[in-house]
């Protein structure tokens, strides 16, 4: 049984964890591929080589699912006989047309470094799919989901990052890390929000990964933690770890949830940090308190716009993040936003629109507000009832 996961990043130095956690997780020989969405579709078949292949499994996302949807119909005009599966966030939510189009034989949504190798088992003995959690498949004609599940201790996964065909790329690519999954805050535009409770890693563990990665030659290390803050003593005893490691010519990326940005962090921040070592990203997205309330977004705008300037009184790069198209959010409103948080004058300020993301509450309720977005990803918004093209 051979088996192949593929990766279509948006760039290439954006590796995919996920198929390398799970090539980690899995009893049987894996094996990876990774494109970028710039590649020839044409290219890209020609390297997959799907007919040395059993098994294919693809690592579905808002910038490639396109790309993947006509490589799946490539695969069931001319591969009929071979056995696909999908998973990701980008098909997790809204799937049914993958399996009853027979494009893919296997759906596994939310979590799959189990699952994958549950999976696969399941297929070697020919036992019952129903064992397999976070399942979806076609029998008799009829969907079948399975129970959805977590992983309770996400210390039990092998780590993503011991292949020493990644080795040669490290210095020259972003590596994605992990403290912990889950987020506590439900804001309605944000995938995140769809998960359950909040677990962590080992944090020995977590450093032991990133002094092997240091060892490689990595320069950036972006931790995929959706608010790594939400425990203030776990993340002041990270960064006081991380201090004291003072790992040379390394930039450490973390996403933080700024108005419970706990004082404590800010203080040991301006006392100990030297420059150019960790970049915040602030997801501000709005400073209107009628907007945050719609998005079910519980944010103290005055205490985070406090925070940001005390963080621009530390060494800290600071990033902070605006998204344009949210309820009630007209043109009046979205320029009292932008010109409040420009005038904090930060090192870097980005502007999204609001994309409508399969399997989020905005989406399900786009009625509400008249919404018209893009059907094919990244499902940017057109306009709805506050803000017109």
């Not at 808002?62 to 591969?79: A, C, G």
């Not at 040991?268 to 719609?294: H, M």
């Not at 009625?367 to 918004?381: G, R």
Request: net charge negative.
């Amino acid at each position: 049984m051979k088996i192949l996961l593929v990766g279509i990043n948006s760039k290439f130095i954006h590796p995919n964890l996920a198929i390398r956690y799970i090539k980690a997780n899995c009893d049987y020989d894996t094996d990876i591929i990774e494109f970028t969405i710039k590649d020839k579709l044409e290219d890209i078949i020609d390297n997959i080589k799907i007919d040395q292949y059993d098994i294919i499994g693809f690592s579905c996302y808002i910038w490639n699912i396109e790309i993947i949807t006509k490589l799946l119909n490539h695969i069931k005009k001319y591969y009929h006989n071979k056995t696909v599966i999908l998973g990701g966030p980008e098909i997790s939510y809204e799937y049914d047309s993958y399996l009853t189009n027979k494009l893919a034989h296997f759906i596994l949504t939310g979590e799959s470094e189990v699952s994958f190798n549950l999976l696969m088992n399941t297929i070697h003995e020919k036992s019952d799919y129903n064992s397999v959690p976070n399942l979806a498949y076609i029998y008799k004609d009829e969907i079948i989901r399975t129970k959805s599940d977590q992983i309770e201790d996400l210390n039990n996964l092998k780590s993503p990052y011991y292949f020493k065909n990644d080795y040669k790329d490290i210095k020259n690519k972003i590596q994605y890390v992990e403290l912990s999954r889950g987020c506590p805050y439900k804001c309605s535009y944000c995938l995140a929000s769809l998960e359950n409770g909040l677990r962590f890693f080992d944090m020995e563990k977590v450093f032991s990964d990133i002094d092997h990665l240091i060892s490689k030659g990595a320069r950036t290390i972006k931790f995929l933690d959706r608010s790594f803050n939400a425990n203030k003593n776990i993340a002041l005893r990270f960064f006081e770890k991380l201090i004291n490691k003072d790992y040379p010519n390394t930039i450490f990326q973390f996403e933080i949830n700024g108005d419970v940005l706990h004082k404590d962090i800010i203080n040991f921040l301006k006392d100990n940090l030297k420059p150019n070592y960790i970049r915040f990203e602030l997801g501000i997205q709005s400073t209107n308190p009628i907007v945050n309330k719609a998005i079910d977004r519980n944010q103290n705008t005055e205490k985070l716009i406090a925070n940001i300037k005390s963080l621009q009184e530390t060494n800290v790069i600071l990033h902070l993040d605006l998204i344009a198209g949210l309820p009630y959010e007209d043109l009046e409103s979205f320029k009292n936003t932008f010109n409040e948080i420009f005038l904090l004058f930060p090192p870097e300020l980005q502007l999204g629109f609001l994309k409508m993301l399969k399997g989020t509450k905005i989406r399900k309720e786009s009625d509400l507000y008249n919404y018209k977005f893009e059907d094919n990803s990244p499902y940017e918004i057109i306009e709805n009832m506050f803000i017109t093209k």
